[in-house]
């Protein structure tokens, strides 16, 4: 059941829409996949939002924040969060990336991970070898070539199983028309970014002292338990849950059971409960 927050929406100086909920004492960013929007974080955001003030925002060229030409790297992405921190007068922060957004996280974490109070990776990537970067390379020239339209088609096969795909189709509609209506120039960058991100990213997990979650789904063909257990052991402070038989739309496939597990590390209730 859906409950009333405090909720605010607006643009930061640079153009970057965002929406805030909840009045908590600390505050949680979440940052969203390629092709996504804040939206995504819906079904988390009701959850958290009762115990944290809950920040989702729109990348560059996603959602509301428009497109600019000028980006070409990761360090545009982590250069916007900051610019939304800094805007919104966020010290420390906890910390949510999924997928693209895992992969900001990761940049974020290399530059600043002294301001991290608490980090989750979840279905993302990290120090990827070039059989793992094969997919993404493959899916970046088939944008090129074909366009939106059948790179949506290829990644709801991929993000959800079958059986929810029937059982919850308007749901897999409006992520379908959230990916087609994005700008295909804008997309194209943000992969490109996503597929070459590592390079930038480097070993940062070893830089984060903070207490760590990484998850994904165990039939996540692209963020996958080995790649998982990868970034679990390069955190400090890490440990690694696999959600069982979840695909790469995890917050979305099962919120209930990714909230169970934000809560449970975030402090706010014991997992199980």
């Not at 998850?215 to 400090?236: C, H, N, P, W, Y």
């Amino acid at each position: 059941m859906s409950v009333n927050f405090y909720r605010s929406q607006d643009f930061t100086p640079q153009g970057t829409f965002f929406e805030s909920t909840g009045t908590g004492p600390e505050t949680l960013v979440l940052c969203h996949g390629v092709g996504l929007d804040h939206t995504m974080w819906n079904a988390q955001v009701e959850a958290l939002a009762p115990h944290l003030r809950v920040v989702s925002y729109d990348m560059i060229g996603h959602g509301r924040t428009p497109p600019d030409p000028k980006v070409t790297c990761l360090a545009d992405f982590v250069g916007q969060l900051e610019e939304l921190l800094d805007h919104l007068g966020i010290g420390q922060l906890m910390l949510v990336g999924f997928s693209m957004g895992g992969l900001v996280a990761q940049g974020f974490a290399k530059e600043a991970a002294y301001r991290l109070e608490r980090l989750v990776l979840m279905n993302t990537v990290y120090r990827r070898s070039e059989a793992e970067l094969e997919g993404v390379r493959s899916r970046l020239a088939v944008t090129r070539e074909q366009g939106l339209s059948t790179v949506a088609d290829l990644a709801l096969e991929r993000w959800f199983d079958p059986a929810f795909r029937r059982a919850n189709s308007s749901i897999v509609d409006q992520i379908r028309d959230r990916l087609l209506s994005n700008d295909l120039d804008a997309y194209t960058t943000a992969y490109r970014v996503f597929v070459n991100g590592d390079e930038e990213v480097g070993a940062a997990l070893k830089k984060v002292h903070c207490p760590a979650l990484v998850m994904t789904g165990s039939l996540d063909v692209g963020s996958t338990i080995e790649i998982a257990q990868r970034m679990g052991k390069d955190l400090r402070h890490g440990s690694v849950f696999v959600l069982p038989g979840l695909r790469h739309m995890a917050p979305v496939e099962d919120p209930g059971a990714v909230n169970q597990q934000l809560l449970s590390f975030f402090g706010l209730t014991s997992a199980g409960c």
